[in-house]
């Protein structure tokens, strides 16, 4: 019985054969017609050489974008681990990257578990990284064209730490979890606190009403008119002078505020 690879030597020698033939009985058609044959093809638009691997190099693109809340630019940890098969261990690689950018990759095809880790930076030299947010994926990379994939991500919690093996049972962890009502992003420097922010509010709202005091506080024009804007003169009934005199002439003064006639200076 000959050998597979002699019966392959043998077909393709025979197809080669069968076309060598098939050209020599078009030549002998044609001498047989009156002239030689005038074929007129349309032209054909050239077409782009498709990317072509070697074999053993066969890879496909990935654009990965990480969704994280809330948004900022964090770092993170991107790892890449082929799906692993009865159980066995496969190796996987790590790949850097910040939130709210894509990373582009080429891959070897396969069937691969991609997760991603939003961390902050240890506080300390030697420090654990904080870890604000955890996501994965399973995707088949086979396409020759980019498969475009996002990530998105959960709040950790100890549980689920120890479910995708970051925990220990001893509670051993490379990463620590940010404490409880931590969700907000990080300050950046220069930036005032929200306790700050109150303080200045508070300052500025005793600075009006000190202002207030020193303001006249009738209505211009009518009841409805705007504050008067002169500094008070006739300091028991906070008018200017303008209004404290039209007030002891008779004339109707309101209260800004109030909407209230004035009673008349005694």
């Not at 240890?122 to 996002?150: M, N, Q, Y």
Request: hydrophobic fraction near 40%.
């Amino acid at each position: 019985m000959p050998e597979p690879i002699t019966m392959s030597l043998i077909w393709l020698g025979q197809a080669a054969g069968a076309a060598i033939v098939g050209r020599l009985a078009e030549r002998g058609m044609d001498r047989l017609l009156d002239g030689p044959r005038q074929v007129v093809l349309p032209p054909v638009p050239p077409r782009a050489e498709p990317r072509r691997h070697r074999l053993g190099d066969v890879t496909s693109d990935l654009d990965i974008t990480v969704r994280h809340t809330p948004a900022g630019r964090q770092p993170v940890l991107l790892a890449l681990q082929t799906a692993p098969r009865d159980g066995e261990r496969t190796p996987g690689v790590t790949v850097p990257m910040v939130l709210g950018e894509t990373s582009h990759l080429t891959l070897p095809r396969d069937d691969y578990l991609i997760s991603a880790l939003v961390l902050d930076q240890p506080a300390e030299f030697g420090g654990k990284p904080v870890l604000h947010g955890v996501g994965w994926i399973r995707h088949w990379a086979a396409s020759s064209g980019t498969d475009r994939l996002t990530i998105t991500t959960e709040t950790p919690t100890e549980q689920l730490l120890r479910k995708l093996g970051l925990q220990a049972p001893d509670g051993a962890s490379p990463f620590e979890l940010p404490p409880p009502g931590s969700a907000a992003p990080r300050q950046l420097p220069g930036t005032p606190t929200a306790a700050q922010l109150a303080a200045v509010k508070q300052r500025f709202t005793a600075l009006g009403a000190a202002a207030g005091r020193h303001q006249c506080r009738a209505a211009m024009i009518s009841r409805f008119g705007l504050r008067c804007t002169s500094p008070v003169s006739q300091s028991q009934y906070r008018l200017c002078l303008n209004h404290a005199i039209a007030l002891n002439g008779g004339k109707a003064v309101y209260d800004w505020q109030t909407r209230q006639q004035i009673q008349q200076i005694t």
